[in-house]
């Protein structure tokens, strides 16, 4: 698991078959790579930059004013509320929810 928060700043690369990114509280993680699975959390004015961690699957979510930016080429599950944005490049087949002023979006 890579988590930060309180205002805590991560940088990594990672190689995997699964991996689990956290960011809340205003904490930041920039990830780069290669996995199979990703799972990845942003809430609280967390930001998750993984648009360089290349995934087949992702599930994200992220709410509470968070980021998540993620890569995913097969299967992607998003999830954004309460002013949360996921933002997806890669080819995936994309199940979106959104509520409360969340947005997902294709870059």
């Known amino acids: 698991m890579i988590a930060a928060s309180s205002v805590g ?3 990594v690369y990672v190689e ?3 991996v689990t990114i956290d960011a809340d509280s205003a904490g930041s993680v920039t990830v780069g790579g290669k996995a199979d699975k990703v799972y990845a959390d942003a809430s ?3 930001n998750i930059h993984a648009f360089e961690l290349a995934a087949s699957e992702v599930r994200v979510s992220a709410s509470s004013a968070a980021v998540a930016e993620v890569y995913a080429s097969a299967k ?3 999830k954004a509320s309460s002013g949360g944005r996921v933002e997806y490049v890669g080819d995936a087949v994309a199940y979106e929810e959104t509520s409360s002023a ?3 979006r294709k870059r």
């Open 76 to 78: 992607l599950r998003a």
């Open 44 to 46: 609280s004015a967390g």
């Open 16 to 18: 995997a078959e699964e």
């Open 102 to 104: 969340g947005v997902v």
């Open 9 to 11: 700043d991560i940088v």
